[in-house]
């Protein structure tokens, strides 16, 4: 008795898929610049986790850069500022001449 034909598993993707004719599976790399411009965008127009998003998106380029890491802990504080109103700082404005 002859069992039926089991099809083969899918390839990975990978040098045997690629082999195997399978297209290449190529991952982007995370442009820096467009990623802290989203994120500045987002925090403008108040969605605070978005832009948390795109700050994180920043920082996977380059991991130790300032700007981005500010800019992640300012969206990060303005999120929490919006959640719990209460938990924001006085702001003090400049002083006038006497």
């Given at each position: 008795v002859?069992?039926?034909?089991?099809?083969?598993?899918?390839a990975a993707p990978g040098p045997a898929a690629e082999r195997a004719?399978?297209?290449?599976?190529h991952v982007a790399p995370v442009?820096?610049?467009?990623?802290l411009e989203q994120g500045r965008?987002?925090?403008r127009a108040?969605?605070?986790?978005?832009?948390e998003a795109a700050?994180?998106?920043a920082l996977s380029a380059r991991p130790d850069d300032r700007v981005a890491r500010q800019n992640l802990?300012?969206?990060?504080?303005?999120?929490?500022?919006?959640?719990d109103?209460?938990?924001?700082?006085a702001v003090v404005g400049p002083r006038k001449a006497p």
């Open positions: 002859a069992l039926p034909a089991v099809p083969a598993p899918p004719g399978a297209p290449p599976v442009d820096y610049y467009a990623a965008s987002h925090l108040g969605d605070h986790d978005a832009a700050f994180q998106a802990a300012r969206a990060r504080q303005l999120r929490q500022q919006a959640q109103p209460s938990s924001a700082r």
